[in-house]
């Protein structure tokens, strides 16, 4: 059956790391080389994905954006700045991802209808999110990681699309979990794709599958790339979680190019 495969396209500094909060004073840019080599992939193995592109990505490659586009992608916003979302009062945030939402529909010509939070911050304490998203013209967020984890999360969401306002009719596609024991057991992108070996991802995207759910994966481009510079992190802990296993990630995606048919978040669900 079909999945589904989203690319974050963001820098390799774009964290949002307790130990990184002092912010870099060199910023050596990565994220057009690295987003050329993923989608010379995708077309290499007849692949389609949604981009949730920065806002300030865009504003700096709209070529990369257009190319994208061209290469019949595609693209959602994931806001302007990598700040996490409930750190936002509401004005803050629909200024932030209006302002990314109109660069986008600029430089392409067409609507985006898709967003992404960084670093899948949604949680309780921002009941405005959704509404804003809707009045800003999204038919779908694709934000809520439904575990809780170290960084972000919530446990009490469905793992699977689902209507979070019945009174709205915006749409969130959350990370996919595999259900273990009755556990959520992430599998599909950021970390979790680093650190488990291919076999068992293989297995927990077959009881998704099994379960007649597509699996949704995520990459950002910079866990392809082991030449990187590396993120100045003075936590041990936080330092594994972004930078364990970046050598093999790439034998992983291409692994699962081969055994996985891809489409994007729009393709899968025809509504939209």
Known sequence: MKNILTIDVEEWYHGNYKSLESGLTYKESRVESNTDYILEKLSQYNANATFFILGEVAEKYPSLVRKIHSLGHEIGSHGYLHNL???????????????????????????IIGYRAPSWSVNEDIPWFY????????LYSSSVFPRKTYLYGMDNTPRFSYKPNLNLSILEIPCTTAKVFFQKIPFSGGFYFRVLPYFLIKILHNLVNNEKKPALFYLHPREIDPYQPK????????????????????????KLLNTCSLTSIKDYFLDF
């Open 85 to 111: 979302v409930y750190r936002y009062t509401k004005e803050e945030f629909i200024e932030d991802v209006k302002k990314s939402k109109l660069i986008l529909e600029d430089i392409l010509g067409t609507s």
């Open 231 to 254: 993120l100045p992190l003075s936590s041990t802990f936080e330092s594994f979680i972004h930078h364990y296993g970046i050598n093999s990630c790439n034998k992983k995606f291409i």
């Open 131 to 138: 509404d804003s998203l809707e009045n800003l013209g999204f």
